[in-house]
């Protein structure tokens, strides 16, 4: 078994170290964790399962965290873990296999299955990043949403590769004040580097995924639009993440039209995206007037379209958003069709339609 170190950075932790460390001492893991000031019990916790524990002065800066706990760790292969994941599933044998598999240079990606509040989704989402490589050859740059990075260029293209194990994310689910609190602390750092990088449209992007998260739609386009207006490498995941969500901005600000006229020209660009295919659907529902027909051949598109990821299915809500459409139209026999496919699929909207007819 090739010896890996866990890595773990965190701060008054204390509701959710025990759930993040306790599985991991299940497998022969060295476990790292680097506390950057907590006043609560994390520390004392956190002794409950390793020995290893190690205190960092906090500086305002992410990687800085993230990169000495990195230098404290006995193994060259690393996994970066956040208090708020806990493991869920791994295969020891696969994940050992997809390491020697493949070079120092490339970066192991883990599948987190990250919850939220929202009712117009699923209650969680998966996504793939990047959290295990040799140290030796990567580290972690910006303040904020830290990257792993080429050690010697910086550089963030690099070849990735899926490792066999699944962790649950709860960082986006709390009160309304703790959603702000964690917004305007993002926010912040993520000042700081557009100051030093104004010309780098990633962190516009995350300023305003920090305002989607406490719903300030406004905010959020701004930032969006800054960013769109820069330019942009459609090979970045995050671009395709943002297309979906600036026009969702835009419609929440009552700018679809706008949205329309911003996106029909690079559509071919973003097409063969099953969530896009679903957002320009939705433009055309909320344009003046509505315009279902042209929004139903977009859904259409989208059930035929593959999904974003082996994870991310939009189909529910393709099939909920044809309903709707229909029912624009006067055909009801047609809504409710649909209405019950997008159901079978476990989509909420879909779910709370049937049961309220039901009442």
């Known amino acids: 078994m090739i010896p890996i170190s866990v890595c773990i950075i965190g701060k008054d932790e204390e509701k959710n170290i025990e759930k993040c460390l306790e599985p991991l001492t299940h497998y022969p893991f060295e476990i790292i964790y680097v506390d950057t000031g907590s006043t609560d019990r994390t520390k004392e916790l956190a002794a409950k399962y390793t020995d290893h524990i190690y205190d960092f002065e906090w500086i305002g800066d992410f990687s800085a965290a993230r990169n000495f706990s990195l230098s404290k760790a006995s193994h060259n292969y690393v996994l970066v873990l956040d208090c708020d994941e806990y493991l869920i599933e791994l295969d020891l044998d696969s994940l050992n296999a997809a390491i020697e598999a493949h070079p120092r240079g490339s970066v192991g990606q883990l599948l987190r299955k990250s919850y939220s509040d929202t ?13 295990l490589f040799h140290k030796r050859n990567f580290h972690y740059i910006y303040l ?3 990257q792993v990075a080429d050690i010697r260029t910086d550089s963030t293209e690099y070849e990735r590769y899926d490792i066999p194990l699944t962790v649950d994310h709860v960082g986006y689910i709390g009160t309304d004040d703790e959603k702000r609190i964690k917004a305007e602390r993002n926010n912040a750092l993520l000042f700081k580097e557009i100051e030093r990088n104004p010309t780098e449209p990633y962190f516009y992007f995350q300023v305003a995924q920090s305002y989607n998260l406490i719903e300030d739609y406004e905010n959020a386009y701004l930032y969006y639009k800054k960013a769109f207006e820069l330019p942009l490498n459609l090979d970045n995941l995050w671009v395709h993440l943002m297309a979906n969500n600036f ?4 419609v929440q600000t009552g700018r679809a039209a706008e949205a329309l006229a911003l996106y029909t ?7 063969g995206s099953q969530r896009f295919l679903c957002s320009m659907g939705a433009l055309y529902l909320n344009q003046e007037p509505p315009q279902p027909l042209k929004a139903m051949m ?7 379209c593959s999904p974003d990821s082996e994870a991310e299915d939009y189909s529910g809500m393709a099939l909920f958003s044809m309903g709707f459409a229909n029912e624009l139209l006067g055909n009801l ?3 409710a069709f649909f209405y019950e496919k997008s159901a079978a699929k476990g989509y909420p909207l879909a779910l709370e339609k049937l049961a309220s007819q039901e009442e």
């Open 119 to 131: 009712k117009y989704a699923k209650d969680y989402a998966l996504e793939r990043i990047d959290r």
């Open 144 to 146: 904020i949403h830290e």
């Open 298 to 304: 977009e859904f259409v598109k989208a059930l035929q």
């Open 247 to 250: 026009i969702n901005a835009m």
């Open 265 to 271: 020209p690079v559509y071919n660009d973003y097409a």
């Open 333 to 335: 026999p047609a809504a």
